[in-house]
């Protein structure tokens, strides 16, 4: 068993290396990035790309300010760990980004401070060269905006994308299995 570990890691070792052209920076970085007030051009400003930076891509970070581990970053270039926390993260075709994007930015209500009611996500984006922010809270406002992100990624029928969506949704505690089924605990 552990040969076969070494030989995966054999294999993924050079893909990681060639793929980043930036040393990892620490966890307590990402921490600060997730957990703290950092201005969102600097959240945007550290996304890196698997083929490298690109400053005028579009691309949306949710952060959990709360006990996830991992922000979930989607734009239509695979977006890569910047620090050693790590990232959930998926693609989405250009059109389908750029639809998904549009209805990110027409989100009501939107705050514009962190101020928490049971659970508080922050939106940040960029959007036609433009970076955006703003924070969804209150457990039923929440599941709403969750709810109409999730109906977008089966629509797009990406199993992958739907499945990261659900790892990073699963912390907030919105959502629970009834039956082998996931429900969303505060909507009708």
């Keep these: 068993m552990k040969s076969a570990i070494g030989i995966i890691l054999l294999y993924l070792i050079p893909d990681l290396v060639i793929g980043q052209t930036y040393q990892l920076k620490s966890t307590g970085h ?28 579009d691309v949306i970070r949710l952060d959990h300010v709360g006990p996830n581990l991992y922000p979930l970053l989607i734009s239509s270039k695979l977006p890569v760990p910047t620090d050693s926390l790590g990232i959930l993260s998926f693609r989405l075709q250009k059109d389908t980004l750029d639809n998904f994007l549009f209805m990110i930015d027409h989100v009501n209500p939107k705050l514009y401070t962190r101020n928490v009611d049971f659970v508080l ?39 992958e994308a739907l499945n990261k969506f659900y790892e990073f ?20």
Excluded: C, H
Aim: net charge positive; glycine share 4%; hydrophobic share 35%.
């Design 169 to 188: 949704i699963a912390r907030t505690k919105l959502v629970v299995g009834i039956k082998g089924e996931r429900t969303w605990k505060y909507l009708n």
């Design 30 to 57: 990402g921490l600060d990035l997730m957990l703290k007030e950092i201005p969102k051009e600097q959240l945007i400003d550290e996304i890196r790309f698997k083929e490298g930076r690109d400053s005028t891509v």
């Design 121 to 159: 996500i922050r939106v940040t984006y960029r959007y036609d060269e433009r970076i955006a922010q703003y924070y969804v809270t209150n457990a039923k406002i929440t599941s709403a905006f969750f709810k109409m992100i999730e109906r977008r990624l089966i629509e797009n029928k990406d199993p």
